[in-house]
């Protein structure tokens, strides 16, 4: 059994030119790519190993990003169940003055520990150790549960 705490992530970003469109706000399949990574390195330490990326729930642009902000990523565990686990991840534009942060983006993710084949592996239990960390993993296995229900 592992805390949520053991494996949050905070990772940062500088929205540089190449990250950008022609609107000067940060390319959406680039900030997938940060998202994916962060929430990879979360389910990763949960489960000591490789761990892929099954499924993204819900991805959604709250806000821009736009050349020369600073993105502020943090990602932690909602659930563990048999060899999947859920990964919430958000990322937030920091204002290096003031310290204030906006929410851009959220993202729940889903990841499946795996061997060297490729096949799934068991991954430690999850302790939620607070309110929150409860409200999350229940909320989790309600999607969980949808999501297996439409295969």
């Known amino acids: 059994m592992k805390t949520v ?4 992530v905070e990772k940062t970003e500088i929205v540089l030119p190449q990250h950008a469109n022609a609107l000067g706000t940060a390319f959406g399949g680039t900030v997938m790519s940060w998202v994916d990574v962060c929430a990879a390195v979360t389910a990763q330490r949960h489960c000591g190993r490789i761990a892929v990326t099954a499924s993204i729930d819900a991805l959604h642009f709250r806000a821009p990003l736009r050349v020369g902000d600073v993105a502020v990523l943090r990602s932690w565990m909602n659930a563990a169940f048999g060899s999947s686990m859920e990964v919430e991840c958000i990322v937030e534009r920091e204002d290096t003055a003031t310290g ?3 929410l851009c983006v959220d993202a729940l993710l889903t990841f499946v520990n795996v061997d060297d084949q ?3 592996l068991r991954i430690p239990g999850l302790v939620a150790g607070c309110d929150e960390d409860r409200a999350r993993a229940k909320a989790a ?3 969980r549960e949808r ?3 439409q295969r």
């Open 147 to 149: 999501r297996l229900a």
């Open 118 to 120: 490729g096949k799934p």
């Open 141 to 143: 296995q309600g999607r």
């Open 100 to 102: 204030e942060r906006v």
């Open 5 to 8: 705490d053991h494996s949050r």
